[in-house]
Antibody
Framework: EVQLVESGGGLVKPGGSLRLSCAASGFVFFNYNMNWVRQAPGKGLEWVSFISGSGRYIYYADSVKGRFTISRDNAKNSLFLQMNSLRAEDSAVYYC???????????????WGQGTLVTVSS | DIQMTQSPSTLSASVGDRVTITCRASQSISTWLAWYQQKPGKAPKLLIYEASSLEDGVPSRFSGGGSGTEFTLTISTLQPDDFATYYCQQYNNYQYTFGQGTKLEIK
C-alpha cells in the first residue's frame, strides 16, 4: 500500500523553528517528485514547496522562500521540511504529497499523507 | 503566479441532482488541471487530472472538462458521499496554485 506518514508538528513560538518529516512506503520513492502543501484552519489549500526525485530541483512558494528548506533522503525514503523564522500565519496542517507520475515535470498530486499540525503562537 | 478562481463558493444541492463547479485560470494552462475532493478532517483526494482524466477508483459520475482558462467539474447524480469541499489546482508550472474551494452542501 502506498503511504505517506508525516511527523514533527507541534506548538512553537513566533520566530522559532520546526522540522517536519514524511516517511514514504509502498512505491519507489526516488522516482517521484514530492511536495509539501499546507492548509490553515478553516482555509483552503496552499502549495508550499517542491523537490524533484533526485533533489536537484527545488521550488518554494513566495510566502516561505528564504525561511523554509525542503530536502529528502532517498536511502531512507524520507522527505523533510525545515521551517525557520516561523510566523503566526504559518499555522496550518502540513501535508506531504506525492506527484502522480514517474516522468519528470509537474503533475497532479495523487497520494497525500494524513497531515501534521503546526501551531505558531506565543 | 497563476490565479485560480472557483465558482460558486458554496453550492446547495440534493441527492440525485446534477451539479457543475467552474474553475477559471488567470492565464492559459492548457489541460494541466486537477480536481480534488476533501472531507472535514481528511486529506484531499485526487478525482480528475489533465482536466478530464478520471483517477483510478473514482466513480464515473465525476467528470471534468475544459482547456485553456475555463474548466468544469460535473457530478452527474449526487450521492450522499459527495457532499464535501472541492478544489481545482493548476500544475502548468512549478508554482502550483489551488482555487479557493467550493463547498457542496445538502439542500
Amino acid at each position: 500500500e502506498v503511504q505517506l506518514v508525516e511527523s514533527g508538528g507541534g506548538l512553537v513560538k513566533p520566530g522559532g523553528s520546526l522540522r517536519l518529516s514524511c516517511a514514504a512506503s509502498g512505491f519507489v520513492f526516488f522516482n517521484y517528485n514530492m511536495n509539501w502543501v499546507r492548509q490553515a484552519p478553516g482555509k483552503g489549500l496552499e502549495w508550499v514547496s517542491f523537490i524533484s526525485g533526485s533533489g536537484r530541483y527545488i521550488y518554494y512558494a513566495d510566502s516561505v522562500k528564504g525561511r523554509f528548506t525542503i530536502s529528502r533522503d532517498n536511502a531512507k525514503n524520507s522527505l523533510f521540511l525545515q521551517m525557520n523564522s516561523l510566523r503566526a500565519e504559518d499555522s496550518a496542517v502540513y501535508y506531504c504529497v506525492k506527484i502522480r507520475s514517474v516522468v519528470a515535470g509537474t503533475d497532479a498530486f495523487d497520494i497525500w499523507g494524513q497531515g501534521t499540525l503546526v501551531t505558531v503562537s506565543s | 503566479d497563476i490565479q485560480m478562481t472557483q465558482s460558486p463558493s458554496t453550492l446547495s444541492a440534493s441527492v440525485g441532482d446534477r451539479v457543475t463547479i467552474t474553475c477559471r485560470a488567470s492565464q492559459s494552462i492548457s489541460t494541466w488541471l486537477a480536481w480534488y475532493q476533501q472531507k472535514p478532517g481528511k486529506a484531499p483526494k485526487l478525482l480528475i487530472y489533465e482536466a478530464s482524466s478520471l483517477e483510478d477508483g473514482v466513480p464515473s459520475r465525476f467528470s471534468g472538462g475544459g482547456s485553456g482558462t475555463e474548466f468544469t467539474l460535473t457530478i452527474s447524480t449526487l450521492q450522499p458521499d459527495d457532499f464535501a469541499t472541492y478544489y481545482c489546482q493548476q500544475y502548468n508550472n512549478y508554482q502550483y496554485t489551488f482555487g479557493q474551494g467550493t463547498k457542496l452542501e445538502i439542500k
